[in-house]
């Protein structure tokens, strides 16, 4: 097993990169749902990045990477399960350049959509996202558009974790934060703004899609099939070597979830708050219901509720 270096991420980069961002970002909220909604005499907080710009926190990766390089005439590229893109989608928008999304069949309609009517050119293929990160990077050297990566890159990551530092702000100390994992950028900016901190962090993969899970067995990042409810979003086929190693350098821990417990989060989420959330936003909640973590009495708890882009239909 190769040995490499923990690359070089924490408070003073995601401190950087929020000065980047400025104002350009919702300060979402962090509401107390009340011991009921949990279940749990543990003290659980909700940080509502579902209402993010585009019903997700993935603008704030992407629109940190654009900002940091100079970007070409061609604009944009990036291949993308459905929000990614639409950050990249929107953060061209704003940055008035030119935005080619790749998505996989699997990205639902809803998604698909919102890309076209943010101005993207779209392309649909392939069955997962691995087959459309390929013809992305087909494109990309055909183009010499900017690749903003869904995940694995410094500056994604360090984007993604501002939502860790305004959490924080808003929370004051936190024992542990749930965060749902895909390919690990927003995990890994969550651990490497916690990493000084006396805050766990736990992952929360599907079970049938969890790369970091089987990299942590592994050792090192490993190849997994990919599949089930939370697909589009958390469907990463291998989890990302930067995001591998920030998160095995600050000791994170990962858990899994059924679909049936995140079908149920997502019921509980419409039921009781009259939120819409995705499969994969919901994935941390669902590892408190599903019995996926142990939480003690006096135990301060942030949940990421990180998504929302689903048809309605489906969580009622």
């Known amino acids: 097993m190769t040995t490499i270096e923990t690359p070089a991420i924490g408070q003073p980069e995601i401190e950087q990169a929020a000065e980047r961002l400025g104002d350009a970002l919702r300060v979402t909220p962090v509401i107390d749902p009340r011991h009921d909604f949990f279940g749990r005499a543990a003290s659980i907080?909700?940080?509502?990045?579902?209402?993010?710009?585009?019903?997700?926190?993935?603008?704030?990766?992407?629109?940190?990477?654009?900002?940091?390089?100079?970007?070409p005439e061609p604009g944009l590229i990036a291949a993308s399960g459905g929000n990614h893109g639409l950050a990249v989608a929107w953060a061209a928008r704003r940055l008035n350049v030119a935005a080619e999304i790749f998505v996989p069949e699997v990205s639902p309609a809803t998604k698909v959509d919102a890309l076209r009517e943010l101005g993207a050119t779209v392309h649909v293929t392939g069955a997962l996202y691995a087959d459309a990160l390929l013809a992305c990077r087909q494109r990309q050297t055909e183009?010499?558009?900017?690749?903003?990566?869904?995940?694995?890159?410094?500056?994604?990551?360090?984007?993604?974790?501002?939502?860790?530092?305004?959490?924080?702000?808003?929370?004051?100390?936190?024992d542990t934060v749930l965060v749902a994992l895909g390919g690990g950028g927003l995990a890994a900016g969550v651990a490497?703004?916690?990493?000084?901190?006396?805050?766990?962090?736990?992952?929360?993969?599907?079970?049938?899609?969890?790369?970091?899970?089987?990299?942590?067995?592994?050792?090192?990042?490993?190849?997994?099939?990919?599949?089930?409810?939370?697909?589009d979003s958390l469907g990463a086929p291998r989890i990302g070597l930067t995001n591998w190693q920030v998160l095995k350098a600050a000791g994170v821990e990962p858990v899994t979830v059924s679909d049936d417990a995140i079908l149920y989060a997502q019921r509980r989420f419409w039921n009781d708050l009259k939120l819409v959330v995705e499969p994969g936003g919901a994935a941390a909640a669902a590892a408190i219901w599903g019995g996926a973590v142990t939480l003690s009495a006096d135990e301060r708890v942030a949940v990421i509720v990180c998504g929302a882009n689903t048809d309605a239909a489906s969580v009622r």
């Open 192 to 231: 490497a703004w916690f990493a000084t901190l006396n805050t766990k962090v736990i992952t929360v993969e599907p079970e049938r899609s969890r790369c970091f899970a089987a990299a942590h067995a592994a050792g090192e990042p490993v190849d997994v099939e990919v599949g089930g409810r939370a697909a």
């Open 45 to 71: 907080s909700c940080k509502l990045e579902l209402l993010q710009h585009t019903g997700s926190f993935k603008p704030r990766g992407a629109l940190n990477r654009a900002l940091v390089e100079q970007i």
């Open 143 to 174: 183009t010499g558009a900017l690749d903003i990566h869904a995940y694995d890159h410094l500056d994604t990551i360090a984007g993604a974790g501002t939502i860790a530092r305004e959490m924080h702000q808003q929370l004051g100390e936190i």
